[in-house]
Every structure is written in C-alpha cells, then in structure tokens.
C-alpha cells in the first residue's frame, strides 16, 4: 500500500477544497448604454461604492465583486446566506436602473483569485453565464443556474421551484419604488422601524406601509428558504 506524507495529504485536502461546488454570482445592468454621460459616470461611481460596502461586510465571498465589462460585475460565494440581501443592496443603490442576476452553482476548476473576480473558470462560471442569457429573453430579475441540472426536469423540482419563485418576485420588484427596495435592505439588517424611519425622512407609517404593502417578511422569508436550499446544493457535490 502507498503511504501519503503529511504534506501530500495537506495538498490533496486543498486541492479537493478548491474543487467543492461554489456559487457565482453575476450581475447585468440594464440599459445602462442609453444612458448620457453623466449619468453613466454617476452609476459607475454609486456601483462602485455599493461593491466596496458589500466586499467589506460579506463573511461568504471568496473573490470579491468585481465590475468585469463597465455594465456587468460577478464574484464567487462559498456560502448562500447573504446572495440575495446582497443584490438588494445593490438595487437599492442604483435604482431605477434595473439590473439581472444570475447564480450559477458549480466547481470552479482555477484557483481562486482572492483579490478581484478575474481570470477564473469552471462549470460555476458557465452556468451562471447560462442564466444571464436565459435573463435576456425572460425579462426577469433573477435566475438559478446549476452545472449538470435543468430547472425544467422532473427530478429537479428545487431548481424549479427556486426560478419559479424568483420569477414571481421579480415580477413584484419591477413594480417597486426606490424607497420599498431601501426599506427591505434595512429591514433584513434588523434596523428598528423608527431607525429607517429617520434615515430615510420618512415617517414610520410611511415605512410600516411599505414592509406590509410590499410583503417584505414573507420576502425575507424566501429569501432565506431560498438560501438554505442552495446551501443544501453545495453540500451535496
């Protein structure tokens, strides 16, 4: 029998580490080309800070959110608990400029780059590419890519049931004004009522309307059901 040092072991474990299924996220602006200069010049400037704030707080970013193509920014995940509330923050920031966002879950086979989302590759990366894609034709805000799965199969009805609860959200938040948006990132960071109330010079009527008009617990409600489900994903490859 072939021994293996303690070294070798020490590789082999990083190496199988670095194989484990993770998340991609990238995000599309739309139609940010129609807009005039200064207006460009200003979204790039607001998206940069809400990147660097998101790159600050996260636990569970590997390779942090990068802007790739002026309209599009992607990072990687090693955990699902902060995807969506991330997203949020950053619609948010830049409304009403609308963006996608697709979450593609598969290996990544280079190494990670710690310090910006670039020159990486891997199932995780195609399948989030897949679901940006699939975005364009659909007009919707968010997409769930898993590398080797179809939403559309019988056997993967968590896949399904994930899309299809994010395509009914999206077609909620496209209604929404800048200030719900505002509201539910506050409220997912349990910021008191009275708090956002102050922040955002509104008064807590104005703000108790917008969380229950907008069914904004049962939103944070999907959102961490929605999490779990893609935990139990990485676990399971």
């Not at 609308?98 to 598969?106: A, D, K, N, Q, T």
């Not at 395509?167 to 719900?180: D, G, P, Q, T």
């Not at 807590?204 to 999490?227: F, P």
Request: glycine residues 6%; aromatic residues 6%; contains cysteine.
């Amino acid at each position: 029998m072939v021994e293996i040092s303690y070294i070798q072991l020490k590789w082999l474990n990083i190496i199988a580490a670095a194989m484990r299924y993770k998340i991609v996220l990238i995000g599309d602006i739309v139609g940010s080309q129609k807009l005039n200069e200064a207006d460009r010049s200003r979204l790039q400037e607001d998206l940069s800070d809400l990147i660097k704030k998101i790159n600050a707080r996260s636990e569970t970013i590997e390779a942090p959110l990068t802007i790739t193509l002026g309209d599009e920014f992607q990072c990687v995940y090693s955990g699902a608990e902060s995807i969506l509330s991330d997203t949020w923050t950053i619609l948010a920031g830049i409304h009403p400029v609308r963006v996608r966002f697709s979450i593609g879950i598969g290996k990544i086979v280079t190494p990670i780059n710690r310090k910006q989302s670039l020159g990486m590759d891997g199932p995780a990366f195609y399948a989030a590419r897949h679901g940006i894609e699939k975005l364009k034709q659909t007009n919707k805000i968010y997409r769930i890519e898993i590398a080797g799965e179809s939403g559309t199969e019988p056997d993967m009805p968590e896949l399904s049931l994930m899309n299809h609860t994010l395509e009914f959200l999206s077609n909620e938040m496209k209604r929404w004004k800048k200030v719900r948006f505002q509201i539910l990132e506050r409220v997912n960071r349990d910021v008191a009522i009275k708090d956002i109330a102050r922040e955002l010079e509104l008064s807590e009527a104005a703000v108790y309307k917008n969380r229950d008009e907008g069914d904004l617990n049962l939103v944070l409600g999907l959102q961490e059901t929605i999490s779990r489900l893609l935990h139990l994903k990485l676990k399971v490859y």
